[in-house]
């Protein structure tokens, strides 16, 4: 490899270190725990009364909606069902 890629690989190491410990003093002071999972789908209003509902993995909408609440509750059961076991195991 590079060094040049090698170094920067380095640096984005160190960089999400930082982060994380970052993300752990939030936590720390809000006395809550950190998440384990990060969230996988986010509401946005892009448009005009329009609500989008994208998949943060692959950067795809999902759905539309028109009321952020409507949309807000589709993404939980987005989330819902993307958390869930395989095999309908409890």
Do not use: C, Y
């Not at 752990?24 to 789908?41: C, M, Q, T």
């Not at 692959?58 to 939980?76: C, E, I, P, S, V």
């Not at 819902?80 to 309908?88: D, I």
């Amino acid at each position: 490899m590079h060094p040049s890629f090698q170094e920067r690989i380095d640096e984005l190491g160190v960089l999400l270190q930082q982060t994380n410990a970052a993300r752990a003093a939030f936590f720390g002071r809000i006395d809550r725990p950190v998440p384990p999972k990060p969230v996988r789908f986010q509401v946005t209003g892009e448009s005009v009364g329009m609500f989008q509902i994208v998949d943060l993995t692959t950067g795809k909408t999902r759905a539309f909606r028109q009321g952020f609440k409507a949309a807000h509750d589709l993404a939980m059961q987005f989330e819902a069902k993307a958390n869930r076991l395989p095999g309908g195991a409890q």
